[in-house]
């Protein structure tokens, strides 16, 4: 797992929470206290699985709300580090297209833990963008964290529909990402 992941998850808890909640939380996922995780590494994927199941049930969050919300903070780390990359003319269905995935198969080239894993992004309307994603690690719900993300960061309305999901038995994950509303524009 990319580490930016697990810092951001370090420090929501933190943040939110407070150390000592923080080392309970390491403890119960049988790490240790001291550990602290930094953005240019990376971990097993079984840390992060440990990590969001031990702050789901400590903090009595639903596991796919503590996901979907914490791929909203993964984004907007992620827009804080890459949103001067963007066009100007560039709005959210914009980036989804064209910048989704190339950061799955950059981290996946850097990444020596991340599973094998495909985005497909394609341009169905000037209003929506279709994704299909299929991985080992089933991670759809944060997908959609960060295009919530995305959508607050341009001021946008998406709406989010899965057509297929890979929890529910199917190939890949197809999710629907259609814009309803320009919130604000300048």
């Known amino acids: 797992m990319f580490g930016t992941a697990l810092k951001c998850l370090q420090d929501f808890v933190l943040d ?7 080392n309970q939380v390491l403890d119960q996922a049988g790490l240790s206290t001291n550990k602290m995780y930094h953005s240019i590494r990376f971990y097993p994927d079984a840390e992060f699985e440990q990590l969001i199941d031990v702050c789901a049930k400590d903090l009595r969050i639903n596991k796919n709300t503590l996901l979907r919300d914490f791929g909203k903070i993964f984004g907007e780390h992620l827009i804080s ?15 989804i297209e064209k910048v989704a995935p190339k950061v799955f198969i950059t981290i996946q080239f850097v990444d020596p833990y991340t599973p094998k894993s495909k985005v497909k992004c394609e341009r169905v309307s000037p209003d929506e963008v279709v994704i ?3 991985s080992p690690r089933k991670m759809c719900i944060y997908l959609f964290g960060i295009i919530d993300a995305v959508a607050e960061h341009f001021q946008e309305k998406l709406e989010i529909t899965e057509t297929g999901c890979m929890h529910q038995g199917d190939p890949e994950c197809v999710i629907h990402v259609k814009r309803k509303a320009i919130l604000w524009s300048s």
């Open 81 to 95: 580090m890459y949103g001067g990359m963007f066009l100007k003319d560039w709005k959210s269905l914009d980036i």
């Open 132 to 134: 299909h994603y299929q």
């Open 16 to 22: 939110n929470y407070g150390k000592e909640k923080w």
